[in-house]
Nanobody, 121 residues
Framework: EVQLVESGGGLVQAGGSLRLSCEAS????????IGWFRQAPGKEREGVSC????????AYADSVKGRFTISSDNAKNTVYLQMDSLKPEDTAVYYC??????????????WGQGTQVIVSS
């Protein structure tokens, strides 16, 4: 069974940092790309960042470019999202997902349960 478990969310002040983790199991890590998405109340789910199975290629939404960094540790079956210089508009539930290298939700078939990030001003 494919399973993705996010952790690392929380409450942080604007300008602060958080590191989200996505631990994967139930499939050969590295076969699929891993994407990070977020959804704020009343808004559509947004593709934040994505990394290929090999870890060699990454992509970011313009809204987070230069502030967020995605990385993977194949030995730990884990993908990370380092979030720096956080802004109140980054507040959302963050999800990781496994699928094809993309920032479109429809390209991902397996999803985690999400972790809440709240950035206070």
């Amino acid at each position: 069974e494919v399973q993705l478990v996010e952790s690392g969310g929380g409450l942080v002040q604007a300008g602060g940092s958080l590191r989200l983790s996505c631990e994967a199991s139930g499939f050969t890590f590295g076969v699929y790309a891993i994407g990070w998405f977020r959804q704020a109340p009343g808004k559509e789910r947004e593709g934040v960042s994505c990394i290929t199975g090999s870890g060699g290629t990454t992509a970011y939404a313009d809204s987070v470019k230069g502030r967020f960094t995605i990385s993977s540790d194949n030995a730990k079956n884990t993908v990370y999202l380092q979030m720096d210089s956080l802004k109140p508009e980054d507040t959302a539930v963050y999800y990781c997902a496994a699928g094809s290298f993309s920032r479109r939700a429809e390209d991902f078939g397996a999803w985690g349960q999400g972790t809440q990030v709240i950035v206070s001003s």
